[in-house]
Structure formats: C-alpha cells, structure tokens
C-alpha cells in the first residue's frame, strides 16, 4: 500500500503564492501518474492539477480550467516528490488539497483529470486563503 503525504498548507493572505508538497516514502515515482485534487465545503471534490510520465525522460501536465495559468505542477523523482505552486492565491482557492497517485501513465487528459483513475491517496492539507 503506498501512502502519500501532502505538507505546506496553512492560512495565507490572498495574492500571495503557495507551494504544496507531496511525497511517497519508499517508493519510486518515476513512472507514474500524479495529480492534485481539492475538496472545497459544501463543493465536491475537484480535480487541480496532474503530471505523467509521457516516455523517456517527458513528462506532460494537465491542468483545470479554473486553475490554469494561476498554478504550476511539478515533480521531483529524485525525492519521489511532486509540487503544486500556486502562484496568486484566490479566497476560491480555500480547500484541502490531495495528492493522488496511480502506478501507471496516463495520455488523456481526461483520465489524468478523473479521481477514479488514481488508487493512491494521502490525508489532505488545508489551505485557508483570506481576502
């Protein structure tokens, strides 16, 4: 059973930037699939972010539209590790964030965009924008 840990949310003023960790210990990400999810109150749970292994040393990202161009995923395969910059925090970007993963590739975005697609998950983290 792999178990992801999600670090670096908290209370931050809105505008600011945030960089959200998650990290698989013991295992070997490289082939992967990985995303970011959040889960908004009284919203359901929303797809964020999500990079795959696309073949050699490339990996693709996707993106939601509501996220697009504010946020950054990245992956750190070396410390079995993938981050979410977001850049100009919105009070709608208030949720708890979790990291996912799914020990295979993805080349749709619509399958790197689906909760169902990933087995992995972590406990979330919360991160309270104020405006």
């Known amino acids: 059973q792999v178990q992801m840990v999600e670090s670096g949310g908290g209370l931050v003023q809105a505008g600011g930037p945030l960089r959200l960790s998650c990290t698989g210990p013991?295992?070997?990400?490289?082939?992967?699939?990985m995303a970011w999810f959040r889960h908004a109150p009284g919203k359901e749970r929303e797809f964020v972010a999500a990079?795959?292994?696309?073949?050699?040393?490339?990996?693709?990202?996707a993106y939601a539209d509501s996220v697009k161009g504010r946020v950054t995923v990245s992956r750190d395969n070396a410390k079995n590790a993938m981050y979410l910059r977001i850049h100009s925090l919105e009070p709608e970007d208030t949720a708890v964030y979790y990291c996912a993963a799914e020990n295979r590739p993805y080349t749709t975005t619509q399958n790197m965009g689906a909760s169902t697609s990933y087995s992995y998950w972590g406990q979330g983290t919360q991160v309270t924008v104020s405006s």
């Open positions: 013991g295992r070997t990400f490289t082939t992967y699939a």
């Open positions: 990079t795959t292994w696309s073949g050699g040393r490339t990996y693709s990202a």
